[in-house]
């Protein structure tokens, strides 16, 4: 409809978050939110066009076989339309030229980054630049970590954001670059968004456990050169109200808990340049 923002979660196939993602997107503004099958996009029983911003949510896509999102990454790239006869990743890419938003989380910034979503240095979509493998503590790792914010970053969703408090889920966290000139463009364009930090949101940390996998320069999420593109280990939307924080009946905290406004930063974006 228009004037209404529109915002499809994935959900299928070992995803586990699509409900929390769906609600934070609907605390963040979004008028209209649809969680669908991940056969049924990659089918042609639904489609992208006429919605503004695709949300990965976090989970263990097909039990994250051949590597974290890997499998799924594949199917992305040569799924085809069953009644158009079109490509799925022909698709994707006509959303991304349309100016319009993608939010991956955890799992889903997995697939982002096999999918070469994120960096897409010089626009190049489908070339895969950096990744996401086992945390150097070789153990799955849910804890909450200290994230400080890159101001200077052209993330659409990071926009006003200092510093953030937000738990991580998993077993394959450890960000790494294709080499040192990807991770030099990197830090040059400004498109990590995100660093692990201590408590006092300093510096960039490679401490275990502050830093729980062992990501390079502390990297916790990317954008692409739009900053529209983003992904990011840990998860918003799982701090969503205060009760979700754990020290909440020991602290005083504001009753929005700090997740809600990655997706608010997503919907007031859409509003302004989209509709």
Same mark, same amino acid.
């Given at each position: 409809?228009?004037?209404?923002?529109?915002? *499809?979660?994935?959900?299928?196939?070992?995803?586990?978050?699509?409900?929390?993602?769906? @609600?934070?997107?609907?605390?963040?503004?979004?008028?209209?939110?649809?969680? +669908?099958? &991940?056969?049924?996009?990659?089918?042609?029983?639904?489609?992208?066009?006429?919605?503004?911003?695709?949300?990965?949510?976090?989970?263990?896509?097909d039990g994250d076989d051949l590597g974290a999102a890997k499998?799924?990454?594949?199917?992305?790239?040569?799924?085809?339309?069953?009644?158009?006869?079109?490509?799925?990743?022909?698709?994707?890419?006509?959303?991304?030229?349309?100016?319009?938003?993608?939010?991956? *989380?955890?799992?889903?910034?997995?697939?982002?980054?096999?999918?070469?979503?994120?960096?897409?240095?010089?626009?190049?979509?489908?070339?895969?630049?950096?990744?996401?493998?086992?945390?150097?503590?070789?153990?799955?790792?849910?804890?909450?970590? @200290?994230?400080?914010?890159?101001?200077?970053?052209?993330?659409?969703?990071?926009?006003?954001?200092?510093? +953030?408090?937000?738990?991580?889920?998993?077993?394959?966290?450890?960000? *790494?670059?294709?080499?040192?000139? &990807?991770?030099?463009?990197?830090?040059?364009?400004?498109?990590?968004?995100?660093?692990?930090?201590?408590?006092?949101?300093?510096?960039?940390?490679?401490?275990?456990?502050?830093?729980?996998?062992?990501?390079?320069?502390?990297?916790?999420?990317?954008?692409?050169?739009?900053?529209?593109?983003?992904?990011?280990?840990?998860?918003?939307?799982?701090?969503?109200?205060?009760?979700?924080?754990?020290?909440?009946?020991?602290?005083?905290?504001?009753?929005?808990?700090?997740? +809600?406004?990655?997706?608010?930063?997503?919907?007031?974006?859409?509003?302004?340049?989209?509709?």
């Amino acid at each position: 409809m228009a004037g209404k923002v529109k915002v *499809i979660v994935l959900a299928g196939n070992g995803i586990n978050c699509e409900y929390e993602t769906a @609600h934070a997107s609907k605390l963040g503004g979004a008028d209209t939110i649809d969680t +669908v099958h &991940i056969n049924e996009l990659l089918g042609g029983g639904c489609v992208l066009e006429g919605y503004h911003l695709l949300c990965l949510p976090g989970g263990f896509l097909d039990g994250d076989d051949l590597g974290a999102a890997k499998a799924c990454a594949n199917r992305f790239r040569h799924a085809t339309r069953a009644f158009s006869g079109e490509r799925f990743w022909d698709e994707l890419m006509r959303f991304i030229a349309e100016g319009k938003l993608i939010f991956g *989380i955890c799992n889903g910034f997995q697939l982002m980054a096999k999918l070469g979503l994120v960096p897409a240095l010089g626009g190049r979509y489908g070339e895969q630049e950096v990744t996401l493998t086992f945390n150097d503590s070789g153990r799955f790792e849910d804890r909450w970590v @200290h994230l400080k914010v890159n101001t200077e970053s052209p993330c659409v969703f990071t926009k006003g954001l200092g510093k +953030v408090y937000l738990p991580v889920r998993h077993g394959e966290g450890k960000f *790494i670059t294709a080499g040192p000139s &990807i991770a030099r463009q990197l830090t040059e364009k400004g498109l990590v968004c995100l660093h692990y930090t201590d408590e006092r949101y300093r510096e960039a940390t490679m401490e275990y456990p502050l830093n729980p996998n062992g990501s390079v320069e502390g990297v916790a999420g990317i954008c692409d050169e739009t900053g529209r593109i983003f992904g990011l280990m840990p998860h918003p939307e799982a701090y969503l109200h205060r009760t979700h924080h754990p020290r909440w009946t020991r602290e005083e905290l504001p009753e929005e808990g700090g997740g +809600v406004a990655f997706f608010r930063n997503a919907v007031g974006y859409i509003r302004e340049h989209l509709l």
